[in-house]
């Protein structure tokens, strides 16, 4: 069994993550793009952050619609993956959020749940005052995180997926301020074991963290289509800052 210290630094850079969630809806995704750009009016110039971006895919649609934009994510893997889409208006680096951000940008998206990661609440603020610091002064920040009232409210506490012929068996539970989702499954002859830990962070204590940081919110989303949040039945929790 392999076991994990930083659940988000061994769990993101496997194969299986990305086969796990293979099927994760890439039109939503591209269709929030659009949407989001053009509710913030975006300069055709600007020069976009996408932390962590993964293997890139917002980075890459982000680009072809003409913005500059530089992916950073922790996983060596994803990026070497995302490397192969560079151009002279997108780049991809190896890039820790918990550290000090040097460029300065016009707009920093956060997105797919990519936040609430660490044990202590000092970590996940010191993370936006970082993507504060690295705004231009009219920049803005995107936070995409997942509505935790209705992950609770709907909450599937067990599952077994079979994608590409693994068997993922799945645990989800609410513990000690975090959604844990276990994930055990055999694949090329081991037995391997994950766990995912995001913060139960909800519209109150994300406000909170905001405040803490410096950053004023200056509009909050509940979905894609960027309709009004909704604490019960928005399936985001999307909050543009400054
Ligand atoms: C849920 S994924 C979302 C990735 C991407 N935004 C997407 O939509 O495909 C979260 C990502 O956060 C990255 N990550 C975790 N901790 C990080 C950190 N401290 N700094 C930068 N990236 C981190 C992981 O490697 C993983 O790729």
């Given at each position: 069994m392999e076991t994990t210290e930083n659940w988000f630094t061994s769990w993101f850079n496997t194969p299986y993550y990305h086969i796990l969630y293979k099927h994760r809806n890439d039109e939503d995704a591209q269709f929030f793009m659009r949407n989001i750009t053009s509710y913030l009016a975006l300069a055709p110039t600007s020069h976009i952050a996408d932390v962590p971006c993964g293997k890139g895919r917002h980075s890459v649609y982000l680009n072809s619609l003409g913005y500059t934009v530089s992916g950073g994510d922790l996983s060596p893997n994803s990026i070497a993956h995302a490397k192969q889409f560079e151009n002279d208006h997108l780049h991809f680096e190896v890039w820790d959020m918990r550290k000090t951000i040097e460029h300065r940008y016009d707009a920093i998206f956060n997105l797919f749940t990519s936040f609430g990661y660490f044990e202590d609440d000092t970590d996940d603020i010191r993370v936006l005052e970082n993507f504060k610091n690295g705004l231009k002064s009219n920049g803005v920040l995107v936070v995409d995180f997942l509505n935790v009232v209705k992950v609770k409210n709907e909450l599937v506490s067990s599952e077994v997926k079979e994608i590409d012929g693994i068997q993922f068996r799945i645990t989800r539970s609410i513990k000690e301020g975090f959604i844990v989702k276990t994930i055990a499954f055999e694949a090329e002859g081991k037995q391997h074991a994950y766990e995912e830990r995001v913060k139960f962070l909800d519209l109150e204590k994300m406000k909170f963290y905001f405040e803490q940081a410096g950053l004023t919110i200056t509009k909050i989303f509940g979905n894609y289509a960027l309709d009004s949040f909704d604490p019960?039945?928005?399936?985001r929790l999307i909050i543009v800052a400054e």
């Open positions: 019960t039945t928005s399936d």
